[in-house]
């Protein structure tokens, strides 16, 4: 039994957020403080030929940075090293940064950033993933590829010879944009020894190297540290090593502190969103509605540059395949580029785009072999001691089976069937429901955690407190205190005496980035093993009994700390003996464990505006064990609204390889009046990998709104769609088409 761990304990960051006196990045001021600007490319790819600056501006007032100004390599440092920080003359999509300007006062910037007259030779750019996929022009290496993937096992090829069937798809995914409450901002101080940067970002260490990279600087020449954030999602996980290099530049240049702030239409037009997708399935199946062999080709688009395209990608390819157990499959997948700001890390990250097609995909097979889309699943769910497209042997007790039961059950699935079947006739609004079955991996792909290696420690305070250091950032989504519940739980201790410590590269050890839901499962173990140590060193040192009741605990630490002068305990990331991954193959054991799901949307499409809306959502999923209930159903009703979104509000609308539609009143997110009620269920099966039983959380909840959506839709209307966002007048076309 656990006291703290499975309860609904009051968020550490609650009351300042309530109370208003957290600060954010924009609201620190520094002495001497400037402002910074971008100057950004008007078209998308050619060549910078000439710079002049106006006259009507007094110049001599602002500071200019140009490539030129770089201590250290022009570069974002990523896997691929192919994006400058500013660029020099080559230019490859628009609003890529050319030039940067700071002035004292905010509000000159905008004037001078204007005043900047840029003149280019454009050359022919290309923007879909078709014709970068056919080279209508070659605009990145040697064929617009960044990576590519090409998973294979079992007897494909004969499987499609001899199979009664074959099924075959395409289906498609549109940009999304993060949409975080507070946009990116940093504020930098630089000298030719030191970059100190505070931002709104999500990986400390990430903006570490990559700054050490731009101002050629050993580790303890840069420090970053993380600001109260407003939300991430995956859009500043790697986006803030541009800004923060950005800011730092102009520093060093002026000299004086300089805060960089983006505005709502800078951030949705420059910076990363979720990569666009093609995927087609080739289905073997027989007669009887087992799978046979999958063929799956996934492309994502990654836009101009590489960032984080590789591993997108690669996740895009593990969860391809779905929830089932394929006798063969083959997932050939790859990351191409276009003249269009560079894609990025979104919560999901590929994975909502390839299983979005499965799911799809599921439901067209059900209707090729004449069954239900639940009889179809449930013939080829992947069982406990089944194998996943990777050959990765599931050891836990799952049973998707079950877990299908459930959710048809507590979302009235049948009853539900036969009623809209029955009520639709005759009426214009058309009610509907469908689902998906899905999992994502928990923690890094592969040998991703082993290459992380993360440290994390704690730190007693002489009143007997404990911080909890780590550099897992907390942005909304409860990090600081499943941490601060984990520690205590661990350490017997009361929550109230842990604190987590601000992210901070100076004091916190590297358990590396917020990212691919890996902090309560991983970051949250290490910090549950941390506190084994220190309550031995306790022990050890006669402080602590074998057995003692948590008010016990914090006059230990004291009387500890008095005689010795500081307690910490650290505890570095260990790979589990049974994980093995072939890089090479893409094959073997590419998550510690999954999460698995069955998410049901129940849709009334009104016939006469062609309006879709979601009328009720059930979201049940396997996670592990619950760590605090109140958080864990907030992230699934989160990620389910972005789902939602993604599925039929949120379109990003391009002219030249530029978002247009770059403002919340034009890119339409649904608001809470749009929002069905979200029913969040949860399975628990304790994983012994992680924090007491915990398995990643965070990304899950994006991966199956969209299918099940679009089923629905299928059931409401009888129309198949197989792109999204799918918007009223996609609707209204197909309906009339139908109609003549
Ligand atoms: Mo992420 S999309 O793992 O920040």
């Known amino acids: 039994m656990t006291r703290i761990v499975g309860t609904n304990v009051p968020r550490k960051e609650g009351p300042s957020k309530l109370l208003g006196v957290a600060r954010y990045v924009d609201d620190i001021t520094m002495p001497g403080m400037l402002h910074g600007a971008t100057v950004r490319s008007t078209i998308a790819r050619g060549r910078v030929t000439s710079i002049a600056f106006a006259s009507h501006i007094p110049w001599h007032e602002f500071t200019i940075a140009t490539a030129d100004d770089i201590p250290g390599r022009n570069l974002v440092p990523m896997f691929l090293e192919d994006q400058p920080l500013l660029a020099k003359e080559t230019i490859n999509h628009p609003h890529e940064p050319i030039l940067l300007l700071a002035h004292p006062e905010r509000e000159r910037l905008a004037a001078a950033v204007a005043a900047v007259q840029i003149t280019y030779e454009a050359t022919p750019a290309i923007f879909t993933i078709e014709d970068s996929v056919a080279r209508t022009q070659t605009i990145w290496g040697e064929d617009n590829t960044f990576k590519k993937f090409h998973l294979e096992h079992g007897p494909v090829d004969e499987a499609f010879a001899t199979a009664d069937l074959i099924v075959e798809g395409e289906y498609s995914t ?23 940067v505070w931002g709104s970002l999500q990986c400390p260490f990430y903006v570490h190297r990559a700054l ?19 939300g991430a999602f995956g859009g500043k996980e790697e986006f803030p090593s541009v800004l923060a290099g950005h800011a730092a530049l102009l520093a060093l240049k002026s000299g004086r502190p300089v805060k960089m702030i983006y505005d709502r239409a800078e951030d949705m037009a420059a910076t990363t969103k979720r990569h666009p997708s093609r995927t087609r399935h080739r289905t073997a199946v027989s007669r009887d509605g087992k799978l046979l062999a999958a063929d799956i080709e996934v492309v994502i688009d990654g836009g101009a540059y590489a960032t984080l395209s590789p591993t997108v990608c690669s996740r895009a390819t593990i969860h391809a395949a779905g929830p089932y157990q394929w006798p063969a499959v083959r997932v050939r997948s790859c990351a191409v580029a276009t003249n269009t700001p560079p894609s990025g890390a979104f919560r999901g990250f590929g994975a909502p785009q390839s299983l979005f097609a499965m799911e799809r995909h599921m439901d067209k097979i059900a209707r090729a072999v004449g069954l239900t889309p639940e009889e179809l699943r449930r013939r080829n769910f992947i069982r406990a001691g089944g194998t996943t497209s990777t050959g990765q042997t599931i050891h836990q007790p799952i049973d998707l089976d079950a877990l299908l039961n459930r959710a048809l059950e507590v ?9 809209f079947t029955r009520d639709n006739a005759g009426s214009p609004i058309k009610r509907g429901i469908g689902f998906a079955t899905f999992m994502h991996g928990a923690g890094f792909t592969g040998s991703g955690e082993r290459y992380l290696n993360s440290l994390v420690g704690l730190e007693a305070t002489p009143e007997g407190r404990v911080h909890v250091l780590v550099s897992s950032a907390e942005f909304g989504q409860g990090t600081n205190t499943i941490l601060a519940q984990i520690a205590a ?45 220190m309550i031995e060193t306790l022990r050890l040192a006669g402080f602590l009994a074998e057995d003692y009741a948590p008010a016990e605990f914090a006059p230990a630490v004291r009387a500890y700390v008095e005689q010795f002068g500081e307690l910490k305990s ?9 994980i093995f991954w072939d890089d090479q193959a893409y094959m073997g054991d590419a998550y510690p464990t999954y999460a698995w799901a069955v998410y049901v949307a129940e849709v009334a499409v009104d016939t006469t505006t062609y309006t879709p809306t979601v009328t009720r959502f059930d979201a049940l999923q396997e996670v592990g064990k619950v760590l605090h209930p109140i ?3 907030g992230q699934i009703e989160g990620g389910v609204a972005q789902g939602i979104g993604y599925a039929l509000y949120e379109k990003c609308v391009w002219r030249d390889g530029a978002m247009i539609n770059n403002g919340m009143t034009n890119y339409i997110m649904p608001t809470s009046a749009d929002l069905p009620p979200i029913h969040v269920h949860f399975a628990e099966i304790p994983f012994e990998g992680g924090a007491f ?12 709104p969209a299918p099940a959506i679009l089923n629905a839709i299928e059931n409401a209307l009888g129309i198949p769609f197989h792109h999204i966002p799918l918007m009223p007048e996609d609707i209204f076309e197909a309906m009339t088409e139908t109609a003549c």
């Open 570 to 578: 650290f505890h570095r990331y260990e790979s589990p003996g049974n």
């Open 693 to 704: 039983g915990a398995k990643g959380i965070g990304e899950l909840p994006m991966d199956g």
């Open 174 to 196: 549109g940009a999304q944009e993060q949409l975080y409450i507070e946009t990116n901002g940093v504020i930098a101080e630089a000298t030719p020894e030191s970059v100190t």
């Open 212 to 230: 050490k990279v731009i101002f050629n600087l050993p580790d303890e020449g840069v420090r970053v540290v993380q600001t109260e954030t407003g």
């Open 411 to 419: 979302s009235g699935y049948h009853e539900k069937t036969e009623r």
């Open 631 to 633: 958080l864990a159903a």
């Open 489 to 533: 739980e661990a350490l017997n201790a009361d929550y109230a005496l842990i604190d987590v410590a601000q992210p901070d590269t100076g004091v916190v050890p590297n358990s590396g980035p917020t990212v691919a839901s890996r902090t309560a499962m991983i970051v949250g173990g290490l910090v549950e093993r941390a506190a084994q140590g």
